[in-house]
């Protein structure tokens, strides 16, 4: 176990590398480079800036050199500072992270107690009324943006009817609250992001089970374990189930990267302080090293991510270990 | 083939209803200017935020522009933007995966690495960090969208050219003289191709919405153009007083996607040979 593991974290040394790259390709992406854009672009890049700008990505040093400088800092998450506020651009991240990071497990957590059921009933009942419309649920989950159902439930939930607060994480008021009720007030807050991130995911993964489940339950030795005559409760939920289950663990961890992504929606749309928020406004005003800084981050996160399901998929299935 | 493939199609109701819709969708966008009650950016100050009535079905927004005129020209830019996105996916990864596939080794490995990169960095803040350097317009976001997507046609590519590469066909073509890009393109690609249009059409849907969604960030489709993701910015702006001006432009989203979604999976069940069973 722990060689696959070792094994495991050696094939991420290319992926770092191959991120490390296509970072560094992106800033000299610009016409005239990162800096002419600056000068340009934002009113905040003084000559001073400018100065500071060239100095962050090496640029009056040669090719080669300006992409060591920054392996270097890309070791050191060392991004410089934002244009914006002057603040390093690691801090401003980190002060950010913890509530997004909430956000996705809530909705991860939400995913998983909703969509496996879902899909594991409605392949085990196969074209009946309920796989039917559990179909339907899935297509219309597919194609429904989900900033738009965003926007209507902040009509419905917090316009008309008054029920929900539609922005921020927490009232103006909470340092009188006591305990329960800054939960209460937190949980207020989050319900829609929450629900509605998990949105597309619950959509998505109904469907992987469902097909995970199908797959199962032509093998032979789910007809072994019918003829051996064990009830049917006990054949789906004891011998399907968890071969179905297993692969479905390595999508998880592929899902990381689009449930960061879709932060950046719901965080800019509930104005919620975290790190998507972060990234959409770093673009809206050109910060360039703090959206370089959350590009490099999210990739690491990713990676983690994709690292954590790959790890728990060979600890659920022996055969992984074997093989390696 | 296609006869069948149209029969197969032609049973499943869903799909039919999505093809039906998508051409309604593009004969609308094709004569945009001649079926729009009003210009896209004709502004009205007397008449700014009206719910709808029967001189503007969808209401009017904050500059009293009709929004029904502009969802109309707004289907223009999603099924352009969709189209060309998904055209610049589909040619760099049937390329890419053909080329990985056919000549594998160390060819493959390199370029099937660089998917596994392409696919750890999260595409959004990969497409916002492009967006942030390049200026937000139009051609940027098709580009990016093109750009970031090409992965999973990559990897579909590749499978069909590692089973297709061995099959007599191909040997017979390399007897009588083929060079690599003749076969390539002239015999395995057209066979491999049912995958990659299932992928296409999944993929115009995801490239709507992810246009919409920049363009609705403020990062797409610039104003005053109408897109339906920017039309939805002032829904959000107004959400206290104009539902209408969220509504109607996501209802069309909605429809839009939903369809080609549709379409999708009709064609996926239709292309697929081994459920061809006793049709000939």
Redesign the interface.
């Given at each position: 176990m722990s060689l696959y593991i070792l094994k495991r974290l050696a094939s991420m040394i290319p992926l770092i590398f191959g991120i490390t790259l296509i970072s560094f390709l992106i800033i000299h992406l610009a016409p005239g480079g990162p800096v002419e854009v600056e000068a340009q672009m934002s009113l905040k890049a003084s000559a001073q800036a400018r100065e500071n700008l060239k100095r962050l990505y090496g640029l009056d040093k040669p090719l080669h050199v300006q992409y060591r400088e920054w392996l270097k800092r890309f070791v050191k998450l060392d991004f410089g500072t934002s244009f914006v506020d002057g603040k390093k651009v690691t801090d401003k991240i980190r002060e950010r992270i913890p509530v997004t990071l909430k956000i996705n497990i809530l909705s991860l957590f939400l995913i998983i107690i909703i969509a496996i059921p879902l899909g594991v009933l409605s392949a085990v009942k196969q074209y009946s009324l309920f796989d039917k419309l559990t179909t339907l649920f899935v297509f219309l989950g597919f194609s429904t943006p989900a900033f738009w159902l965003a926007l209507i439930m902040m009509f419905l939930f917090g316009v008309s009817l008054g029920l929900l607060p539609i922005s921020g994480i927490q009232s103006i008021d909470v340092a009188g609250m006591t305990f329960f009720e800054r939960v209460m007030d937190q949980a207020r807050h989050l319900i829609l992001p929450v629900l509605l991130s998990a949105f597309g995911g619950i959509a998505g993964f109904s469907r992987y089970s469902r097909s995970s489940m199908l797959e199962v339950v032509r093998q032979d030795y789910i007809r072994t374990a019918r003829a051996k005559g064990l009830k049917e409760s006990e054949v789906i939920i004891t011998h399907a189930l968890r071969n179905a289950l297993m692969p479905i663990v390595t999508i998880l961890g592929l899902a990381v990267p689009g449930l960061i992504g879709g932060s950046v929606i719901f965080e800019s749309i509930f104005a919620i302080p975290g790190i998507g928020q972060l990234g959409w406004m770093s673009t809206m005003s050109r910060d360039y090293p703090t959206i370089m800084g959350i590009l490099v981050i999210s990739a690491i996160l990713t990676l983690i991510g994709n690292l954590i399901a790959d790890i728990s998929y060979a600890f659920v299935d022996p055969r992984i270990r074997v093989k390696e | 083939m296609i006869r069948i493939v149209w029969r197969r199609f032609r049973e499943n109701p869903l799909s039919v209803t999505g093809l039906i819709i998508i051409l309604i969708l593009a004969t609308v966008a094709l004569f945009a200017p001649l079926i729009a009650p009003y210009g896209p950016a004709t502004i009205n100050v007397y008449n700014v935020l009206s719910p709808p009535d029967s001189a503007h079905p969808f209401g009017t927004d904050d500059l009293g522009r009709d929004v029904l005129s502009r969802v109309i020209w707004g289907s223009r830019i999603s099924l352009s933007v969709g189209f060309i996105a998904i055209g610049i996916a589909i040619t760099i990864g049937t390329v890419i995966g053909a080329v990985a596939g056919f000549y594998g080794g160390i060819v493959d490995a390199v370029l099937m690495?660089?998917v596994?990169?392409?696919?750890?960095?999260?595409?959004?803040?990969?497409m916002?960090?492009?967006?942030?350097?390049?200026?937000p317009s139009i051609n940027i976001i098709m580009i990016v969208i093109g750009l970031t997507g090409w992965m999973d046609v990559a990897r579909l590519v590749r499978a069909e050219f590692l089973t297709l590469k061995e099959r007599d066909f191909v040997l017979a073509a390399r007897a009588i003289g083929a060079n690599d890009s003749r076969i390539i393109f002239r015999h395995i690609i057209p066979n491999a191709l049912s995958p990659v249009f299932v992928a296409a059409t999944f993929g115009i849907?995801g490239a709507i919405?992810t246009e919409?969604?920049f363009s609705?960030?403020?990062?797409g489709v610039q104003p005053p153009q109408a897109s339906w993701g920017n039309i939805?910015t002032s829904?959000?702006d107004y959400?206290?007083v104009a539902?209408w001006l969220?509504?109607f432009?996501?209802f069309a989203?909605?429809i839009t996607?939903?369809s080609y979604?549709?379409v999708g999976?009709g064609l996926r069940d239709s292309l697929d040979p081994r459920l061809w069973q006793n049709e000939k």
């Open positions: - | 690495r660089f596994d990169i392409m696919l750890s960095i999260p595409t959004f803040f990969l916002l960090a492009a967006i942030a350097v390049l200026e849907a919405l919409s969604a609705f960030l403020g990062l939805l829904g959000k959400i206290t539902w969220s509504l432009p996501g989203i909605l996607v939903l979604n549709l999976e």
